[in-house]
């Protein structure tokens, strides 16, 4: 199973290096952020950066 998901992680990786739009959503209060981007990859690594540096710091809000 391993193995099928990491081949299946690689061919999305290259799939994310696409243009595109994406829809995130916070499973706790099922608010939604739809947002588009030149390099759907880049703009993940973004997001969990911002989301890691939110946890970190313990802010109330998610802003660019």
Sequence with gaps: VC???????????QDLKR???YCIQNISNNKRYIGSSKNMYQRLL??????????QSGKAD???
């Design 3 to 13: 193995s099928i998901i990491l081949y299946n992680m690689r061919q999305v990786t």
């Design 19 to 21: 243009c595109g739009i």
């Design 46 to 55: 973004k997001h969990f950066a911002l989301l890691r540096h939110k946890e």
């Design 62 to 64: 998610h802003r660019r």
